[in-house]
């Protein structure tokens, strides 16, 4: 019996299951013999036993998630390609900088079929190349890389449409290559169910907010930060939420600094957590004061279960947002921007409960796990195998 096989190669194990499982699961169910390439798969043995418990193969090579060594890069490039020559999969997906890069490319060098690319974000690589019209030096670099994987590719997927003109400004994505926009990576709304809000001694919901995102700058953490200091000021009784880690990231914050924060009682830190529901059953608005998205998945977990939104008006953060409807967009930077917003839900408690029933509404029309695997199943082109 012959068997179709996919391969999707990704730069962190943990967040296959969380981003992609949904997607694996229904292509697998079509028929498909799901592969998996990821570094460092014995720091990961919950998750490696459970992908593996789903008949899935895992397959490990060298990865640096950051850094910028051409050696470790060809590493595993050549790594990669190995694999990809003993399972030779009929199409394979690629996501985050690496697996985009040098998966593509060894799927190019392997021959492997069809080649699809996941665009989920662009990361600091790309930090205000749209507003100077400047790259430095390494910029550029990355960028050239991009174009050369994003050539070998049977087609892209963006998250958001800014992602895709962008690309195209910079001349990495050309005419030739066929792309399309997708609505994130979705939620399962079974999983994210609405729960009520938080109330205070008096039965009223209480202001509460929450941001959840690795703890780098360019997702707005010190905006946040800042524009709950302004707040407590005014309403002490406002709780401020975060849930996050610090990365291995050029943009990161300091430890010393989220230790600052925390000692100073502003925002009460939950640190990584698995299954973020608890914490958004907490809080009462959902903020990501993020400088760009691709389309952010704790958002939309947000919205699935109910709660309002505050994000920026920025590439792949200002789709989750109908202004007014379910929440409120304001700029990048903006400190105060921000808290005008947050004060607006805390003075109109009402406006919590209707823009959370919308947001709800916006996640089960647009942003359903099913819906967005679907289109993406649909424009790669697979179909249900004979097993017989």
């Not at 792309?179 to 169910?193: K, L, P």
Request: charged share 20%; glycine share 6%.
């Amino acid at each position: 019996m012959f068997t179709m096989k996919l391969l999707i190669c990704a730069n962190y194990l943990p967040h296959v299951l969380n981003f992609r499982g949904k997607l694996l699961e229904a292509i697998a169910e079509l028929g498909y013999e799901v592969h998996i390439v990821a570094p460092d798969l014995k720091s990961h043995t919950k998750d490696y036993d459970t992908l593996s418990d789903l008949g899935y193969v895992l397959h490990e090579v060298p990865m640096q998630r950051t850094g910028t060594n051409p050696i470790a890069d060809m590493k595993m490039l050549m790594a990669t390609y190995r694999v990809l020559r003993q399972v030779q999969p009929d199409c394979m997906l690629s996501y985050t900088i690496k697996p985009i890069i040098y998966g593509t490319l060894a799927a190019w060098l392997a021959k492997v079929p069809k080649r699809f690319v996941l665009l989920s974000g662009l990361g600091y690589t790309f930090q205000e190349v749209e507003e100077t019209n400047q790259r430095s030096g390494f910029q550029k670099v990355v960028h050239g890389l991009y174009r050369q994987a994003v050539s070998k590719a049977t087609k892209v997927f963006f998250q958001n449409p800014d992602d895709k003109r962008l690309f195209e400004t910079l001349n990495i994505l050309s005419a030739a290559t066929p792309a399309v926009i997708v609505n994130g990576s979705g939620v399962d709304v079974a999983d994210f169910s609405v729960l009520p809000f938080p109330q205070d001694d008096a039965g009223e919901i209480k202001p509460s907010f929450l941001l959840i995102a690795r703890l780098l700058k360019d997702k707005g953490i010190v905006e946040y930060i800042e524009a709950a200091k302004i707040i407590k000021d005014q309403y002490p009784a406002t709780e401020f939420h975060l849930v996050g880690y610090l990365d291995e990231n050029p943009a990161a914050i300091d430890q010393a600094l989220l230790d600052d924060w925390i000692a100073s009682g502003i925002v009460n830190y939950w640190g990584k957590l698995d299954d973020v529901r608890p914490a958004i059953a907490k809080s009462s608005i959902y903020v990501l004061p993020s400088y760009r998205e691709g389309t952010s998945r704790s958002v939309l977990e947000a919205m699935a279960m109910g709660r309002p939104i505050i994000t920026t008006d920025a590439p792949g953060c200002r789709e989750t947002v109908i202004e007014g409807v379910n929440g409120y967009l304001v700029p990048v930077k903006s400190v105060g921007e921000l808290a005008e917003a947050m004060e607006k839900l805390i003075v109109n408690p009402d406006l919590i409960i209707t823009m959370g029933q919308a947001s709800r509404a916006l996640i089960e029309d647009k942003f359903d796990v099913r819906k967005v695997n679907q289109f993406m199943i649909v424009e790669m082109g697979l179909t249900k195998q004979n097993l017989i």
